[in-house]
């Protein structure tokens, strides 16, 4: 009802709205109770929610990886690259289900669809392929090629086989592809 008002539309507006939200399971919905009467219900953000919002993490990425780029030490940088390619394979990792190559690069694929990056996994080879159709960091690309030798790294350690990174966006190419070795 407060929501109803608030917006000024119909409740039935709101709850085929909270509904659909549920359904993306960016909210979850609790039952209060308030004694006598009819229990009311009180909606919050999930953790896909949360996550979901004031996501304009570009300046800061940026910066810190202008940072990166100025380490003078060609050793300590690589390292670092390393480091956050294993950082973020951790984070995937709970999500990854696949147990053979194949099924591992459909996960990967399916969790850059959350994010809206388009992937496909091709299986007619002998080993499939990896596809990405859109870079999943087109500003830091553009600006340095050690974001692609870093996802490289973060599919090696998702895929838990080396990837070779065979054409790449900013040769010209339509897409990045990587192939396991």
Sequence with gaps: GDLAR?????????????????????????TVGSGRGRPSHQYRLTEKGRRSTG???????LALWKEIRD??????????????????????APQMQGTTPAARMLEIKRLFAEKNIPFSVDESQSLPILTAHACPYPDLAEKDRA???????????LLMKDVTLTTCRLDGANCCTFEMN
């Design 6 to 30: 608030e917006m000024g539309v119909t409740a039935t507006a709101v709850r085929q709205r909270l509904n659909r939200l549920m359904g993306q399971r960016m909210i979850e919905r609790s």
């Design 55 to 61: 996501q304009n993490f570009t300046d800061l990425a």
């Design 71 to 92: 380490i003078p030490d060609a050793a300590v940088r690589k390292g670092l690259l390393g480091r956050i390619a294993c950082t973020l394979a951790e984070t995937y």
């Design 147 to 157: 974001i692609c030798t870093m996802e490289k790294k973060l599919f090696s350690n």
